[in-house]
């Protein structure tokens, strides 16, 4: 295995650069290529087969970019079209949903568990199923909701995090979640960390897992049992070894896209998939 092969990353769009950054922080000495399917987000309210599709296009671009790993940063692709990245790729991936459980089952204390996602992640059950694959069932409760509006609002920035009728939004589709008495959170969305601060007021003493950290951590295991970890390098690293490919630069790409990632965005290439 050659460790100085890059990792790829595939998101719907930008969201994805949140765990990116997850990536960056844990594994600094990797090299990375980064996938944003721009140009057809958003990913959340679209059918399972639409999203195979693409999926099974971003996985074969990967390929062609030789990396040693795939990363699945969309969550709605994690929950709906893991078996179409698998049928692709002889390369091996990690979705966002298996890391996210086993977290959220080491923290819970009371064994009441809170999933919010796009559409299709909640309606896929992904996070249930694997719930109920990795934890003891019968003693754990479920409360899962979609969370459509809070995309969106991420991208439009700090402004509107920050603001009254976000929050607003955010008590209206947690409030389940207070009745229920859950004592940890999966963040199944790439945009939701981001809100972690305002989830964090609306929903206090409860754990809220970031499914971009814990498969960056996950990662390293991995890659380690590959013999595939790269070199760490003894120069001091000025900025990550990324290749930002996207779909589509969208006009307000460069005030949104390195605001999400933390440091700005050089050279990002247009690529077309699928044609
Ligand atoms: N990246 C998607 C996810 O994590 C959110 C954006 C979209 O709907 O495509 O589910």
Same mark, same amino acid.
């Given at each position: 295995?050659n /460790?100085?092969k890059? @990792?790829?990353v595939?998101?719907?769009?930008?969201?994805?650069?949140?765990?990116?950054?997850?990536?960056?922080?844990?594994?600094?000495?990797?090299?990375?290529? $980064?996938?944003?399917?721009?140009?057809?987000?958003?990913?959340?309210?679209?059918s399972? &087969? #639409?999203?195979?599709r $693409?999926?099974? &296009?971003?996985?074969?671009?990967?390929?062609?970019k030789?990396?040693?790993l795939?990363?699945?940063?969309?969550?709605? =692709?994690?929950?709906v079209?893991?078996?179409a990245? &698998?049928?692709?790729? /002889?390369v091996?991936?990690i979705?966002?949903?298996h890391?996210? =459980?086993?977290a959220?089952?080491?923290? #819970?204390?009371? /064994?009441?568990?809170?999933? @919010?996602g796009?559409?299709?992640?909640?309606?896929?059950?992904?996070?249930? #199923?694997?719930?109920?694959?990795?934890?003891?069932?019968?003693?754990?409760?479920?409360?899962?909701?979609?969370?459509?509006l809070f995309?969106?609002?991420?991208?439009?920035?700090?402004?509107w995090?920050?603001?009254p009728s976000?929050?607003?939004?955010?008590?209206? $589709?947690?409030?389940?979640?207070?009745? &229920?008495?859950?004592?940890t959170?999966?963040?199944?969305?790439t +945009?939701?960390?981001?809100? +972690?601060?305002?989830?964090s007021?609306i929903?206090?003493?409860?754990a809220?897992?970031?499914?971009?950290?814990?498969s960056? =951590?996950?990662?390293?295991?991995?890659?380690a049992?590959?013999g595939?970890?790269?070199?760490e390098? /003894?120069e001091?690293?000025?900025?990550?070894?990324?290749?930002?490919?996207?779909?589509? @630069?969208? =006009?307000?790409?460069?005030?949104?896209?390195?605001?999400l990632l933390?440091?700005? @965005?050089?050279?990002?290439?247009?690529?077309?998939?699928?044609?």
């Open positions: 295995m /460790n100085e890059p @990792i790829g595939f998101d719907s769009g930008i969201g994805g650069l949140s765990v990116l950054k997850q990536f960056v922080r844990f594994l600094p000495f990797e090299k990375y290529i $980064y996938l944003g399917d721009t140009g057809r987000v958003p990913y959340g309210n679209k399972a &087969e #639409t999203i195979k $693409y999926a099974k &296009e971003s996985v074969e671009f990967l390929k062609s030789d990396v040693k795939i990363i699945i940063a969309c969550n709605t =692709v994690s929950s079209a893991l078996d990245v &698998e049928q692709s790729s /002889n091996p991936f979705g966002m949903i890391p996210a =459980v086993a959220a089952l080491r923290a #819970t204390q009371n /064994n009441k568990l809170g999933i @919010i796009t559409r299709g992640t909640i309606a896929s059950k992904a996070y249930n #199923t694997t719930i109920s694959q990795l934890g003891n069932t019968s003693s754990i409760s479920i409360t899962a909701r979609a969370c459509p995309v969106p609002l991420v991208e439009e920035g700090p402004d995090i920050a603001h976000t929050r607003l939004i955010a008590e209206e $589709y947690l409030k389940d979640f207070l009745v &229920e008495g859950i004592d959170l999966i963040l199944g969305c +945009h939701y960390p981001f809100l +972690h601060q305002l989830l007021e929903l206090p003493g409860v809220l897992i970031d499914s971009g950290e814990h960056a =951590v996950g990662a390293i295991k991995l890659l049992e590959m595939a970890l790269a070199a390098k /003894n001091f690293l000025k900025k990550p070894d990324i290749d930002f490919f996207f779909t589509d @630069i969208p =006009v307000n790409f460069y005030d949104t896209a390195p605001r933390g440091f700005p @965005i050089e050279s990002p290439h247009r690529i077309n998939l699928g044609q």
